[in-house]
């Protein structure tokens, strides 16, 4: 088991809120069938830093966080969106062959592909659950859009899985939907829940869709230059399992020799460490990053000169800049 992370400066001030939040997940999936709330609880209880919640108590205005129905609300729009991300976490990691996920073993390496794929649909069926109970049809279809393309993002990535041909714009394509559609979703429910008008939930969305693809891209250059420590994975997962990511795309379009070496490693699982060795030190890790960091820029421009509906802008900034730190 990996060390628990610190705690976040930016989080400390909505540390009350965070563990409202986590007893509101653990109440989510009680009371059930054993079979179905044991792994969910495993799976929460694995913890995580809560981006996506935090991301939501951020974007929600102060005045929301001090009232008691609508902060009631907002734990409520939190677990939700949380609860769906740990759904995809029990789903990919049976579709991707994972067998740990933060130094625990997989649901589906513990109990089988059958119970992954029950707890992964329990998490998403208590997800919506929680949600409705606030009484905002549009936070539900709006959830219900970030689910859609989190699945359509799943399919784009099992479709060009031992593609080294993959272009970037489709990588950038698969990751808005992967993984930025919960961060943008999460932004603007926090601000829909908080009563923030339409063009400050489109700006706060903005700003969640940037700093999720910026995340995500920065994950991909950490599965080949991180330690499995503090990853909590198997360092070169994503090369192992045939993902193809924006590090290796920019390295082979700076050196395209390298095709046969990655799709050998990919193919036979030989040789994989030797070269994540390569590969971080190449410069396509380096292109890689300097994306990244745009994303970022792009983030922080979205909640700059314009109505963020009473949003912690400077924790929300303090986010996109720990984004940067969680690489460095």
Known sequence: MTAAAPVPQVAVPFMPLLGLCEQRLRNSVAGYREELVRPATDTL?????????????????????DDPVQRTALLSAAAAVELVHMATLVHDDLVDGATL??????????????????????????????????????????????????????????????????????YLARCRRKT????????????????????????????????????????????????????GKRRGTDLRDGTVTLPMILALQVEPGLR????????????????????????GVELARKRALGFVAAARAAITDGPTGGADVGALGEIADGVVDRYS
């Open 45 to 65: 209880a694995a913890g995580g830093k809560r981006v996506r919640p935090l991301l939501l108590f951020c974007s929600a205005p102060h005045s929301a966080l």
């Open 101 to 170: 996920r933060r130094g625990r073993p997989t649901v589906a390496q513990a109990l089988g592909p059958d119970r992954a794929i029950g707890t992964g649909d329990f998490l998403f069926a208590r997800a919506f659950g929680e949600l409705t109970t606030i009484g905002l049809p549009t936070a539900v279809r709006n959830l219900a859009a970030a689910a859609l393309d989190l699945s359509q993002g799943e399919m784009d990535q099992q479709r060009a899985a031992f593609d080294f041909a993959l272009h970037e714009d489709a």
């Open 180 to 231: 930025a559609a919960l961060f943008a979703v999460a932004c603007r429910l926090g601000g829909l829940v908080g009563g923030a008008g339409a063009e400050a939930q489109d700006r706060l969305a903005a700003f969640g869709e940037n700093v999720g693809m910026a995340f995500q891209i920065f994950d991909d250059i950490l599965d080949l230059a991180g330690a499995p420590a503090s990853t």
């Open 260 to 283: 046969p070496a990655l799709e050998s490693a990919a193919a036979s699982g030989a040789e994989v460490d030797a070269l994540c060795d390569r590969l971080a030190a190449h410069p």
